[in-house]
């Protein structure tokens, strides 16, 4: 099992950029595709950003393409949404998830793919 703790949401200006930070339980952290979504209020989560298990592979949505980046660092068990030129419309909760991979290419771009989720931390762009 993973247990993930999401930290580093706040309340930032439209521009402004911050970063995310998932910190992981487990030896197998490594076995795992990782990925962050996000919720607005009366919208469905969905996901922002997807990396596999070694990283060398990234998927980004549209809209925060080219502003957002996700890494990992296997050996501190840790992951990292760092967003960049926040936007009003990137106001949400985020969520990092984790699902157990069997290869190094795979993805998970699916919500449902996932097994594993934080609770949440909550990131608030004003105009």
């Known amino acids: 099992q993973v247990q993930l703790v999401e930290s580093g949401g706040g309340l930032v200006q439209d521009g402004d950029s911050l970063r995310l930070s998932c910190a992981a339980s487990?030896?197998?952290?490594?076995?795992?595709?990782l990925g962050w979504f996000r919720q607005a209020p009366g919208k469905e989560r969905e996901i922002v950003a997807a990396v596999t298990r070694r990283g060398r592979i990234t998927h980004y949505a549209d809209s925060v393409k080219g502003r957002f980046t996700i890494s990992r660092d296997n050996a501190k068990n840790t992951v990292w949404l760092l967003m960049n030129s926040l936007r009003p419309e990137d106001t949400a909760v985020y969520y990092c998830?984790?699902?157990?991979?069997?290869?190094?290419?795979?993805?998970?771009?699916?919500?449902?793919?996932?097994?594993?989720w934080g609770q949440g931390t909550q990131v608030t762009v004003s105009s």
């Open positions: 487990g030896r197998t952290f490594s076995s795992y595709a």
């Open positions: 998830a984790a699902t157990y991979s069997s290869a190094n290419n795979n993805l998970a771009l699916r919500r449902l793919s996932y097994d594993y």
